[in-house]
């Protein structure tokens, strides 16, 4: 039987982490409802478990997503999640093949290099020792770019970086310093009994001629253990609970489980999966455009995980979904940021019977603007223009009396009312017996599209178009014009609609490729979503993005979406700002 004292810390902190974290996870599971509990079973034995396996392997060890970010700040933090899980799982193996059985107590990987006596070989043992120092080095060379970002985070490529709370860098602390010590801890072993390779037994050898290192020996792996332990011990209650819980929500993720309207188990499961990495900060233009430095989900998820005042959090957000998608472990951010308005917002309860069911004419194709769309009445008189050119059986829905799709109400958490309106203007929809329903608001399509569960397909005017031009119902030529496409929010991360738009830009433009083309994207700053800035500083987040865009010197700046337009028409530009529709309808002429 392997043993010494010096494990108990390693050994008592791994228990009671372990313990903590399946009482934790169950109370969570245990509110999921009865249908989130049948996804999971039901799921539990497919493909999906699979699925789920390799985004653990390249987000949670590899941190693919990040290395597409910033390189390397994906190879900093592949260093310490990849590398201590080699580091347990090569260990093991090693640990394995010394001693050919499975029941060796955990601790025993963990302090090989103690219980083994170097003079004693075994299969491999060179080349286990080998590996072994080799992920050592890589560990320790991302801590090294991790002490960097800390002092000098634009080393790294990052403008800013989160802001810790004290208990934060303590354990901070402990966790950098346990990598250390297992080398020195190592190092002083090889020196004094020889064993290791080329990093470990240098290291032994060169420590040997200034230091005591056979006094030294011993005394380090107790500190190594308990260094182990405390991180143990104060990891649920750090930032660093990330690590084991985003691993249980790339499952449930997978499985099926979604975030609702309502915060729920799997809403805790999100916000104690937060790394507070802080690639969100740049991401967010209230920051760059503002200088708010405390609305970004790094931080609301910090106030609300702590029960801190979080209110302006709550209400000072664009929802454009920058920051969500940028996110390594692919949290709902919005979703989450909306789920707690619901406690902070006046619930009405009018039914809205003074709106009067207006008939709509039978047609082929329905057609609605919505409210932004009436604003810019010259993207209704393009749409209008290209359905007479294409020969189109269309009906204008909403061209007399409109009704409001009800996503201002959703962002503002009144789901109730929104609910009334969303069955007001689905039997309007519906009665016109169209097989499909247009609408040139992104905001109206990710509404009809996720909340309206309509019998019809739905379609942005951006994919409608492209269908046209591919079917050659219509045939625009293609002008001399340079454009540069603003895709916005709601269409492009809201709804994944990238491909249809910059296929009908090419056609009838020449566009230019930006650092701002697809997920990329900026806002306009005219979100609805953002209840707490006035319209001066949503000024000043449009003229940014239109500087942004307009550094490309195109000659037209396009958008799809009738509040995009309006808003960046408030800016001062020389360049003109048109809507997707209306370039395709001035080119059918």
Known sequence: ???????????????????????????????FSPEDKRTIRRNLFSLKTLKAGKEVFLESLVHHKIFRTNPFLGYMHMCFGLGWFLLIVVGKIESLVYHTSIFNPPYFAIFFRYFHPAQETFPYSSTFAFLMDLILLMILSGLTLAFLKRMYSKALGLKKTTNHRPFDLLILTVLWLIFPLRFLAESFTSGVRGGGSFLTHSAGNFFDTFLPIESLAYPAWW????????????????????????????????WGIKQGKQFTGISQFQLYSCSRCGICIDRCQLGTSLGHTDTQPVYFLKKLRHEKEHTVQIADCLMCGRCEAAC???????????????????????????????????????????????????????????????????????????????????????????????????????????GLLVTSCPICYKTFREEYRLNLKVMHHT??????????????????????????????????????????????????????????????????ANIHIDPGQRTRIS????????????????TACPLCKKTFMKTDTAVPIKDIAEVVAENCR
Not at 11 to 18: C, D, R, S, V
Not at 331 to 355: C, E, F, G, P, V
Not at 543 to 558: E, G, M, R, T
Request: glycine share 6%.
């Open 543 to 558: 003229s940014d993005a239109v500087k942004a865009y307009l550094s490309y010197q195109p000659d037209l700046l396009v």
């Open 463 to 528: 994919e409608y178009l492209n269908d046209l031009i591919r079917n050659k119902l219509i045939t625009p030529h293609q002008s001399e014009l340079k454009t540069v496409f603003h895709n916005p929010c709601e269409l492009g991360r809201g709804c994944d609609v990238y491909a249809a738009p910059d296929q009908v830009l090419q056609t009838v433009s020449h566009k230019l490729a930006t650092v701002y083309d697809g997920k990329n994207s900026l806002c306009c700053g005219g979100s609805l």
């Open 223 to 254: 500190v190594y253990s308990s260094a182990l332990g405390l991180f143990f011990l104060l990891l649920p209650f750090s930032r660093y609970m990330h690590i084991p819980t985003e691993i249980v929500y790339i499952f449930l993720k997978n």
């Open 328 to 434: 390594p472990v692919d949290l709902k951010l919005n979703a989450l940021r909306l789920s707690q308005r619901t406690d902070y917002t006046h619930i009405t309860k009018s039914t809205y019977d003074y709106i009067q069911p207006q008939p709509a004419l039978p047609a082929k194709v329905a057609y609605f603007a919505g409210c932004m769309g009436h604003l810019t009445p010259s993207v209704i008189q393009a749409m209008e223009h290209i359905f007479r050119k294409a020969g189109v059986d269309y009906t204008f829905i909403d061209q007399q009396t409109g009704i409001c799709c009800g996503r201002p109400m959703m962002l503002a958490g009144n789901h109730s009312a929104a609910s009334v309106i969303v069955e007001k203007n689905k039997a309007r929809i519906e009665n016109s017996g169209a």
């Open 1 to 31: 039987m392997y043993y010494d004292p010096f494990v108990l810390p390693f050994t008592i902190g791994l228990n009671i982490l372990l313990i903590y974290l399946v009482i934790k996870y169950a109370r969570w599971i245990r509110t």
